[in-house]
């Protein structure tokens, strides 16, 4: 008897344990959903504020300060475009 009593409360905690090992599971996983979403948005926003800075450049929009670090950074890369190639074609013409 005394051999089944200790095997008893092995086995409510090993049933505990798996319990809470699928619970931690899943917990885990749903973060890493998550995550993946959220650097899937942040993708996103980079790509399109970048975008946005080139299309307003090329558009003669001005400049808005302060809309993001990316924005800026496609801005300057189309400004920087055009200067090259302006400077480019009117090599040319002499």
């Given at each position: 008897?005394?051999?089944?009593?200790n095997i008893?409360?092995?086995?409510?905690?090993?049933?505990?344990?798996?319990?809470?090992?699928?619970?931690?599971?899943?917990?885990?996983?749903?973060?890493?959903?998550?995550?993946?979403?959220?650097?899937?948005?942040?993708?996103?926003?980079?790509?399109?504020?970048?975008?946005?800075?080139?299309?307003?450049?090329?558009?003669?929009?001005?400049?808005?300060?302060?809309?993001?670090?990316?924005?800026?950074?496609?801005y300057?890369?189309?400004?920087?475009?055009?200067?090259?190639?302006?400077?480019?074609?009117?090599?040319?013409?002499?």
């Amino acid at each position: 008897m005394n051999k089944i009593i200790n095997i008893q409360p092995f086995r409510i905690k090993r049933m505990a344990n798996n319990h809470d090992a699928f619970r931690i599971a899943s917990a885990l996983m749903a973060v890493e959903d998550q995550i993946e979403k959220l650097e899937q948005e942040h993708q996103k926003s980079v790509v399109g504020d970048f975008i946005d800075g080139q299309s307003d450049c090329k558009d003669g929009i001005p400049h808005q300060s302060g809309k993001s670090e990316n924005y800026d950074r496609g801005y300057s890369a189309q400004y920087q475009l055009d200067q090259m190639n302006t400077e480019r074609t009117s090599g040319e013409d002499r």
